[in-house]
């Protein structure tokens, strides 16, 4: 029994969701899970179930719903949401699962989020998505994702606009990567972002939940300023913010030989990624005239 076989038609009227893409490495297994050229965006075609017998007419609202969408990054997967009909306590929601690798999938069970127009949980179900058959290399798929009284985190009505349904991933499962502020990527040569990545790859994983300050660099600059590079690494699933930042430099002797207080009118480190960043400590902040850097760190004071 396939999805659509007792729910109600799918109608132009305007009860979608918001599009939620995600990196296809982030939810396939295997090591080829995004492979290809990563750069024209790119714009799926519909791809029906093969046992699907649609008359004209719904051919025609799915087209419809599917022309509003927007194109995707290569090698992305995506779920969006174009109608949504409240049945029996609880909700259907009618979704095309999008998916932009160069190659035909067919994905297994996965746990859904049901989000509201903040991103807020509003419920959650795993779903048996080997049943919506293989999808073709970047095409769109229609789906029907039903969710009962006991999925829900909430006894609220669910808002006709500005849901979305999404995967859900944990923070486990998804590769740490680098997150570069828009100074860096005007800056920073290729080769020096491929450092920087390389640096992340082989640094010990983090916790779950847990944030670090690793040094990468320490200088003395001619001024008599300390400039020390770090890499701000967020291991939890969520944006941070830094308004202000106090930071100690210890140098191979142990001895702290740098503190100050860094102010920020916006700093953000992206869930999961590692930032990296200079702090410049004056002269003035400097502790002794001569230090080793042969070895040292750099932590925030608590």
Request: net charge negative; glycine share 6%.
């Amino acid at each position: 029994m396939f999805p659509f076989s007792k729910s109600k038609k799918v109608t132009k009227e305007n009860t979608s969701g918001i599009d939620q893409s995600f990196d296809a490495k982030d939810l396939l297994e295997g090591p080829d899970s995004a492979e290809g050229p990563e750069e024209e965006l790119v714009q799926t075609e519909i791809s029906y179930h093969p046992d699907w017998k649609l008359p004209e007419e719904e051919k025609y609202v799915y087209a419809f719903h599917h022309s509003d969408l927007k194109p995707l990054k290569p090698n992305q997967l995506s779920l969006s949401g174009i109608n949504m009909d409240k049945q029996a306590g609880g909700y259907v929601f009618v979704a095309f699962i999008r998916q932009t690798l160069s190659k035909d999938i067919q994905l297994k069970e996965m746990p859904i989020l049901l989000l509201g127009p903040n991103q807020e949980k509003l419920a959650r179900k795993v779903f048996d998505l080997s049943q919506a058959g293989v999808i073709p290399s970047k095409t769109s798929r229609p789906w029907q994702f039903a969710f009962q009284p006991k999925d829900f985190f909430t006894n609220e009505e669910i808002p006709r606009e500005g849901w979305s349904l999404a995967f859900e991933i944990k923070p486990t499962s998804r590769r740490h990567e680098l997150d570069l502020a828009d100074s860096w990527k005007q800056s920073l040569a290729e080769d020096a972002i491929e450092s920087l990545e390389k640096v992340i790859a082989n640094a010990a994983p983090l916790k779950p939940g847990e944030v670090n300050f690793m040094g990468i660099n320490a200088r003395i600059q001619g001024s008599g300023d300390l400039a020390v590079t770090v890499l701000i690494r967020n291991g939890t699933d969520k944006n941070i913010q830094f308004q202000q930042l106090p930071l100690k430099v210890e140098d191979a002797s142990g001895e702290v030989i740098a503190e100050g207080s860094f102010k920020f009118d916006s700093f953000e480190v992206k869930a999961n990624t590692s930032k990296p960043w200079t702090f410049i400590f004056p002269k003035s902040m400097v502790k002794n005239d001569v230090i080793n850097l042969s070895k040292w760190r750099v932590y925030p004071v608590q």
